[in-house]
C-alpha cells in the first residue's frame, strides 16, 4: 500500500467509475437500502452526527438558516399528514381546530416513544413509516389530551359529552 497522498489521490480518480457504477447496481438491486443502513448508523452514531454538523454549520451559518427553514416546512407538512391521517379532529370530542390537534398515545407510552424516535417529529414520522397505524394512536385536542394524561380517561367519557352524538 502507498503512502503518497498523490498516489492515493489518482488511484482513487481511475477507480471512480468502477466505484460508481457499483453504487449504481447496488442501487438497483436493493433500493432504499443504503438509506436505511445510513439511517440506521446515524442513529447509532448521534455524538458523531452532531458533532460533525455543528462543525460543518459553523463553517457555514447561511446553510444553517437555509436548513433550518426546510426543516420547519417539512415538519409542518408532516404534522398536517399526521392529523389528516387520524381524521382531522379529536376522536373524543370532536374538535378539528387545527391548531388544537395532537397525537395521542392511547396505551399512555408517550414519553417513552419520543424518547426512542426523537421528539414529537420523530413520532410522526415513525408512524408515517408504519403506515398511520390506528392502533394505540390517535387524533385529540389538546384538552382531551392534558384530561386523559394521569388517568388514561378523558373526563368527558365520565360526563358523556354531547359533542359526539351531534
Ligand atoms: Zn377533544
Ligand atoms: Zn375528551
Redesign the pocket.
Known sequence: MTKDPAKIQARNVRRRPYHRELAATKRREKPGAHAAYMRDWRAANREKVRAYDREYYRLHPRKRLHDQQKQRVKRAALRSEMIAAYGSA?A??GEAQYEFLTIEHMNRDGGRHRKQVGGNAGVWLDLKRRGWPKDGYAV??M??NW??RFTGR????DSH?EAIAS
Open positions: 379529536c373524543c370530542c385529540m385536542c384538552n382531551c384530561g386523559r378523558c373526563p368527558h367519557e359529552v
